[in-house]
């Protein structure tokens, strides 16, 4: 991922997550989103 698809990628989490609510109830998806739509992680897992 290039610097600049990164960014647009990041504006983009943003804007999806912005005003969402509920954060501690959305906190798992919350990062899953982040790390593969912004930093483009692939087969990541939380515990």
């Known amino acids: 991922m290039t ?3 990164q ?3 990041a504006a ?3 804007a999806r ?3 969402q609510g509920y954060e501690k109830g959305q906190s798992q998806q919350f ?3 982040l790390l593969v739509s912004a930093f ?3 087969d990541c897992i939380l515990a």
């Open 7 to 9: 960014k647009k990628a």
């Open 3 to 5: 610097p600049n698809e």
């Open 40 to 42: 483009g992680v692939q």
């Open 12 to 14: 983009e989490f943003a």
């Open 31 to 33: 990062w899953m989103d």
């Open 17 to 19: 997550w912005k005003d």
